[in-house]
């Protein structure tokens, strides 16, 4: 499974994991913007179910910034 499918993904896949793959997505410059947005939140909801709040929180306001329409974050 590709970096973008592990984080993206609606499938069950392990926060750790997710973590890493919504990171490496957020990190590349080739992304679209739209891209990096849902890969900030997808990465809040993986923080946010490891109890990670303030970090959660800080991803989710990061996917609003780039997409101030973005209704799920």
Same mark, same amino acid.
């Given at each position: 499974m590709s970096a973008s499918s592990d984080c993206v993904s609606d499938d069950e896949v392990e926060a750790s994991t997710r973590? $890493? $793959?919504? *990171? %490496?997505?957020i990190e590349d410059p080739t992304e679209p913007v739209a891209n %990096? $947005? *849902? $890969?900030?939140?997808? %990465?809040?909801e993986a923080r946010a179910s490891q109890g990670d709040y303030d970090r959660a929180i800080a991803d989710l306001g990061q996917a609003i /910034?780039? /997409?101030?329409?973005f209704a799920g974050a």
């Open positions: 973590i $890493a $793959a919504c *990171t %490496r997505m %990096r $947005a *849902t $890969a900030y939140y997808k %990465r809040g /910034d780039l /997409d101030s329409k």
